[in-house]
């Protein structure tokens, strides 16, 4: 698996659908045939990245769909 934003295999698993980027600091979840893209903020609040990553999702995981 590698990141949607700077294409790091640095993907640590920090729950059962979900992954962060020590490359770029996102935080992405897979569920099924759906994943996610979130920034984490300073409080620790997830920011949905899904439509800018999109395009780049359905390129590098066909089978997968953002949800939104």
Known sequence: MRCPNCNSKDI???GSHQFYCWGCF???TVNGDK???YQV???GTL???DDLFFEEIQQEFPHLHASN
């Open 35 to 37: 994943m996610s893209v």
């Open 41 to 43: 903020e300073e409080d």
């Open 26 to 28: 996102i935080e992405l």
């Open 47 to 49: 920011s949905s990245l």
């Open 12 to 14: 640590g698993k920090i």
